[in-house]
């Protein structure tokens, strides 16, 4: 399958997200025309184990084609060409706790067409800006995989939206990590990412 590449020439002038992931250095994510293979992909997660303590800086470990692979925040990093410091919080079930941080304040700008915003809203993408709703559909496909429809929002993904929009540094190496053992540990569920760069 082919790369994960934006034309940026086009977007740049035509839509805010280039410039917001601009800002934090999260250009590299939209500019990755490597192919990746499926095959090799379903490989790394059959192997895929965490290999540091919880004292320990989190790592995973797999291997393709009998290549070992070690992963880190850093090193992926590294190989995506994007930070690999600031804030980590990853909530499943209920709104992110990080001070600065208020529901209502993002979910008015992501609907300010709506005077009864609260957290407890349903969070649909079909209300929002053609520039929110790219945003949504970068974190979805590059960021933090799903494998429902992209009709709704998470809470998570609305809280990495927060992050962009705020030039808030988030370690997204780290929840890049943290989603592949997901995907790795649930019976249904996406396999993250292509991993041509990681061979």
């Known amino acids: 399958m082919g790369g994960r590449n934006i034309d ?31 095959k090799l992909v379903k490989e790394f997660y059959m192997h895929l184990r965490i290999v540091s303590s919880p004292n320990e800086e989190f790592a995973l470990s797999s291997s ?35 001070e600065g941080f208020h529901p209502n304040q993002i979910l008015s700008l992501l609907y300010p067409n709506d005077p009864n915003v609260h957290p407890n809203m349903a969070l649909t993408t079909n209300r929002l800006s053609v520039d929110h709703r790219l945003l949504h559909h ?11 429809g992209y009709a709704k929002l998470s809470w998570m993904q609305v809280f990495l939206m927060w992050c962009i929009l705020s030039k808030i540094e988030f370690c997204f190496p780290l929840l890049m990590l943290k989603t592949m053992v997901r995907a790795f540990s649930q019976k249904k569920s996406v396999l993250a990412f292509g991993i041509t760069k990681f061979g």
């Open 8 to 38: 940026l020439n086009f977007c740049s002038s035509e839509f805010s997200f280039v410039s917001w992931l601009d800002d934090l250095h999260l250009l590299p994510l939209v500019q990755i025309q490597d192919p990746f293979y499926i």
């Open 64 to 98: 393709v084609k009998g290549q070992r692979i070690y992963l880190d925040a850093r090193i992926l990093a590294s190989i995506l060409h994007i930070p690999h410091t600031g804030l980590y919080v990853f909530e499943h079930k209920k709104w992110p706790e990080v």
């Open 138 to 148: 970068l974190i979805v496909h590059q960021i933090l995989p799903t494998d429902g």
